[in-house]
Structures are given as C-alpha cells and as structure tokens.
C-alpha cells in the first residue's frame, strides 16, 4: 500500500459547491483497479450570521433575557450561538461570567453557552434584570458557528458590523424630578401679572437624559 496526495488544490474549490471526487489506481503495467473510491461534498467557507434582537430600545426599565437570531449561507446550517455581555459603566472591560455577575476582567470577549437555540433563534437567560445595575449601560454581541466550524466573524463575532447586529442598551429605573420655580409657593399675585407657569425637570441616572413629560 503507498499512500498518495494531491495537495490542497486550494484556488480549485468554489464555496456552496457539490462535488464528487472519483479515484483509481493503475500499476506499472498498465493495467486500472476494478473497483473504486468516491466521496462527495459540499464545500463551504462561507461565514454564519447572527443578530442580537432584544432588547431593541436604547433604554429599559426590565428584561427576561437576550433574543436573537443566526442563520448561514446556502445550505449551511448554524450549529450554535456563543453571546457575550459588557457592562460599558465603569470598567469597560467588565464582562459577564457564567453565573451571571460581572467579574470578567479583559479586553476580549468572554463568550458564553446560549440558554436555548433552535429555528434559526437563542436566547441567554442568565442576563435578566436581577443582573443589572440601574443607571448602567450593556453591550451584548453574539457569534455563530455553522456545521463546518465556520466563526462568524472569524471569531470575532458580530461587533463592528455596519448595520450595527449588536445591542447597547441603559437600564433606567431612578424616577425623573420636577421643580415648579413660578408662581412662587404661597405669594400673592396681581392681575395681569400671572406669568406662564414654569419649572424644571430632569433624570439624573444618565448624562444628558431629558424628562419626556411634565404634568
């Protein structure tokens, strides 16, 4: 028995392509095997996606858990969603561990196991509002893997993509303050003189954020 190779044939293979590769073997005399080998495969360098889907508002006030969804070029299929979550208030580097505090300290991502993937859709249920911080803000990014080990992003995950496949997002529980500065409290007023009635309003659990409303 001799063993035998053709190399890589790299630039030969076109991704989301079927083949079928046929084999014989013939000896010195001239003479070809009766019998052959075949495989045939699809080849597959294309990279899976994946989307971060809630929560979707900038701001709130509570959580179940994180929502996406992932899905694969062609015929390929996602075979698992890795999330990771950063706590952007304080350290910048803070990630979230697998009990679900926030002690990770480093500048890569610590990717966690998804809680539920099936359909195309996962979910991470060890983030909830039991977990967060009012007045904090969180960045959650995810990472798909198809059947063949291909990572989106190359590992790196969704982060950066343009449209952002992210969430970043304020959890905002402080109650906003009102101050009513005219008319004066307990003054008497002339008639004609009753100016626009004014105050002040504001949210101090993020910088710059506005009162929506007054009443």
């Known amino acids: 028995t001799t063993g035998w190779s053709t190399g890589t044939l790299s630039t030969f293979w076109t991704t989301q392509s079927s083949y079928t590769i046929i084999v014989r073997s013939q000896d010195s005399a001239g003479n070809y ?35 996406g969804t992932a899905s694969d070029e062609g015929n390929g299929v996602v075979n698992d969603v890795k999330v990771a979550v950063k706590r952007l208030t304080g350290d910048a580097t803070t ?17 966690l196991n998804n809680s539920s993937f099936a359909g195309g859709v996962w979910s991470l249920t060890t983030l909830n ?36 496949r992210t969430s970043t997002f304020t959890y905002d529980v402080d109650l906003p303050t009102a101050v009513l ?10 008639s004609g003189n009753l100016s626009p009635i ?13 009162a929506n409303n007054v009443q």
């Open 95 to 111: 990630w979230m561990a697998s009990d679900g505090t926030f002690s990770i300290n480093q500048i890569a991502p610590n990717w």
């Open 181 to 190: 500065t005219s008319p004066v409290h307990l003054t008497y007023l002339k």
């Open 129 to 164: 509002t039991s977990k967060l911080t009012g007045g904090a803000s969180y960045f959650v990014m995810s990472r798909a893997i198809d059947d063949v080990a291909n990572e989106e992003g190359s590992g790196n995950g969704n982060q950066g993509t343009s449209p952002p």
């Open 33 to 67: 095997s009766t019998s052959y080998a075949s495989a045939s495969f699809t080849y597959d360098t294309d990279l899976p996606t994946s989307w971060v889907v809630s929560p979707s508002s900038l701001v709130i006030v509570g959580m179940n858990s994180v929502t």
């Open 198 to 210: 004014m105050g002040t309003a504001a949210d101090w659990v993020r910088t710059g954020a506005l």
